[in-house]
């Protein structure tokens, strides 16, 4: 059975940083592409960042430069390690199996606030 | 703004057949397939369309996906209420080099 759990969201103040990590059972994460999603309070969803097979991160405009998106083959995770947040960066994080995005977590709370 | 353009909002009646759009462009839309997603609020979205009008398994037949051009829809028949969710389309966008998702359609099953 695939499962996606996503863990290490938490209340931070503007400017700080703060990893996540999404836990995979059911598929090797390197053998396929992975994702980050989010959605702020009373908005849609929106794209953060994939992975691909070959490693290449792709970004959104508005995270690239301070989000970055990696994997552990070895703990079978993906991780997203967040930098400079701003309080616009509230919100539930999803990870996700792309291409497609077939599989996702049930998210994690990310709130920046000072 | 979306580079990807849906409707907010679309309404039907139990067993009613509705459609929500999501409009692009030759970037994305135009070259790329697009998948469609339910979303309850609280929970983990669903994939139910993939590469334009693929449905994955278990999801009903009364969801339909197909693509013109620049332009893709969902169809929802024989409504039920349990069918009340936001709807999002999503795409690949070759001129952002980033997947791009379309604003989201609050379906009201009335």
């Known amino acids: 059975e695939v499962q996606l759990l996503e863990s290490g969201g938490g209340l931070l103040q503007p400017g700080e940083s703060l990893r996540l990590s999404c836990a995979v059972s059911?598929?090797?994460?390197?053998?396929?592409?992975m994702a980050w999603v989010r959605q702020a309070p009373g908005k849609g969803l929106e794209w953060v960042s994939s992975?691909?097979?070959?490693?290449?991160?792709y970004y959104a405009g508005s995270v690239r430069g301070r989000f970055t998106i990696s994997r552990d083959t070895s703990r079978n995770t993906l991780y997203l390690q967040m930098t400079s947040l701003r309080a616009e960066d509230t919100a539930i994080y999803y990870c996700?199996?792309?291409?497609?995005?077939?599989?996702w977590g049930q998210g994690t709370l990310v709130a920046v606030s000072s | 703004q979306s580079v990807v353009t849906q409707p907010p909002s679309v309404s039907g009646t139990p067993g009613q057949r509705v459609t929500i759009s999501c409009s692009g462009g030759?970037?994305?839309?135009?070259?790329?397939?697009v998948n469609w997603y339910q979303h309850l609020p609280g929970t983990a979205p669903k994939l139910i369309i993939h590469?334009?009008?693929q449905r994955p398994s278990g999801v009903p037949d009364r969801f339909s996906g197909s693509k013109s051009g620049t332009s893709a829809s969902l169809a929802i028949s024989g409504l039920q209420s349990e069918d009340e969710a936001d709807y999002y389309c999503?795409?690949?966008?070759?001129?952002?080099?980033?997947?791009?998702f379309g604003g989201g359609t609050k379906l009201a099953v009335l």
């Open positions: 030759n970037s994305n839309i135009g070259s790329r397939a």
């Open positions: 996700a199996r792309d291409t497609i995005l077939d599989y």
């Open positions: 059911g598929f090797t994460v390197s053998s396929y592409a």
């Open positions: 999503a795409v690949w966008n070759d001129s952002l080099n980033a997947r791009v």
């Open positions: 590469t334009n009008n």
């Open positions: 992975i691909a097979v070959g490693g290449i991160p």
